[in-house]
DNA sequence: AGTATAACCTGTCTGC
DNA sequence: TGCAGACAGGTTATAC
């Protein structure tokens, strides 16, 4: 579900509401969570304070002291103030406060490390530019292009560019005017140009209205996002093209489903 | 080696 | 109303 606006939306709403608390008590319900932890590293963490909360792509890292967990929500993780139908763990603070991770799915994946050992852990160290960084420069940006790959598999791929997932990768490409189907090394430099610009304004206006919720997203309150209201392609197969009225059309690519306006984004 | 499919889960919606 | 099947914001293991 959370795609880079929406953890960062979580992120932001942990860092407000957690920040230096210090951590009573790790309730683990479900140990399919666990990747490459046990529930007894999990217990070292108790009586540190949350340090920091920070995100890399769609991974939300969570420090306490030396140690940090690595939580990636998947499609329907959320991280909320209280205990909901799929509670997977409750991560219980000082003061009464708790976060609860629940994931109807169970797709979710915990991670622990050492803080300063982050970059051991697989995933994390193969993700690639992440927007709102430097690394996401125009230069790093064009090379990816080279590639001769669909663009929109290409802008799904986290280990090209992190933190875009399938709704904010068809809202780009419809931006930017480009077919998903599109070779990536076939774009004009304009086209590249117009998606490299789109991708980080889109996100941004995605945040400022605290993600989309389609479904199961909230944020670390409890709320839904808003940006559901202002999507101009994804899941409208069958309606009007805000731009020019053609009826919207929806193709499969790599099992995920691409909407498209057939006369704003032709495919040569 | 690179790519396509299946798998991981549970709920919701559609069509017969 | 019941039921089978498709589909869902993501990633990874396995099969070609």
């Given at each position: 579900m959370p795609e880079l606006p929406e953890v960062e939306t979580i992120r932001r709403g942990l860092e407000g509401e957690f920040l230096n608390l210090r951590l009573e008590g790790v309730e683990v319900c479900d140990r399919r969570l666990l990747q490459n932890c046990s529930i007894s590293e999990l217990e070292k963490l108790r009586g540190s304070r949350l340090k920091a909360v920070a995100r890399r792509g769609k991974f939300l890292i969570l420090q306490f002291g030396d140690h940090a967990l690595v939580i990636h929500p998947r499609m329907t993780g959320k991280l909320l103030p209280w205990e909901g139908h799929y509670t997977r763990m409750i991560l219980q603070f000082e003061a009464g406060r708790r976060l609860v991770l629940d994931d109807l799915r169970r797709f979710a994946s915990l991670h622990c490390a050492r803080a300063d050992e982050l970059d051991k852990i697989v995933p994390l160290q193969r993700l690639g530019i992440e927007p709102f960084t430097p690394g996401y420069s125009w230069s790093n940006f064009s090379k990816l292009l080279r590639t001769p790959q669909e663009i929109k598999r290409l802008l799904l791929d986290q280990e090209k560019v992190a933190g875009l997932g399938n709704i904010y990768a068809n809202e780009a490409l419809f931006r930017a005017r480009i077919?998903?189907?599109?070779?990536?090394?076939?774009?004009s430099a304009e086209e590249a140009r117009s998606l490299f610009e789109e991708i980080p304004s889109l996100l941004e206006e995605a945040l400022l209205s605290q993600g989309t919720t389609l479904s199961t997203y909230r944020t670390a309150s409890g709320d839904s996002g808003e940006f559901q209201r202002l999507l101009q392609i994804y899941g409208r197969e069958g309606q009007p093209c805000r731009i020019c009225g053609t009826p919207i059309e929806k193709i499969t690519q790599g099992g995920r489903s691409s909407y498209f306006c057939p006369k704003c984004q032709i495919q040569p």
């Amino acid at each position: 579900m959370p795609e880079l606006p929406e953890v960062e939306t979580i992120r932001r709403g942990l860092e407000g509401e957690f920040l230096n608390l210090r951590l009573e008590g790790v309730e683990v319900c479900d140990r399919r969570l666990l990747q490459n932890c046990s529930i007894s590293e999990l217990e070292k963490l108790r009586g540190s304070r949350l340090k920091a909360v920070a995100r890399r792509g769609k991974f939300l890292i969570l420090q306490f002291g030396d140690h940090a967990l690595v939580i990636h929500p998947r499609m329907t993780g959320k991280l909320l103030p209280w205990e909901g139908h799929y509670t997977r763990m409750i991560l219980q603070f000082e003061a009464g406060r708790r976060l609860v991770l629940d994931d109807l799915r169970r797709f979710a994946s915990l991670h622990c490390a050492r803080a300063d050992e982050l970059d051991k852990i697989v995933p994390l160290q193969r993700l690639g530019i992440e927007p709102f960084t430097p690394g996401y420069s125009w230069s790093n940006f064009s090379k990816l292009l080279r590639t001769p790959q669909e663009i929109k598999r290409l802008l799904l791929d986290q280990e090209k560019v992190a933190g875009l997932g399938n709704i904010y990768a068809n809202e780009a490409l419809f931006r930017a005017r480009i077919h998903p189907e599109r070779q990536a090394n076939s774009l004009s430099a304009e086209e590249a140009r117009s998606l490299f610009e789109e991708i980080p304004s889109l996100l941004e206006e995605a945040l400022l209205s605290q993600g989309t919720t389609l479904s199961t997203y909230r944020t670390a309150s409890g709320d839904s996002g808003e940006f559901q209201r202002l999507l101009q392609i994804y899941g409208r197969e069958g309606q009007p093209c805000r731009i020019c009225g053609t009826p919207i059309e929806k193709i499969t690519q790599g099992g995920r489903s691409s909407y498209f306006c057939p006369k704003c984004q032709i495919q040569p």
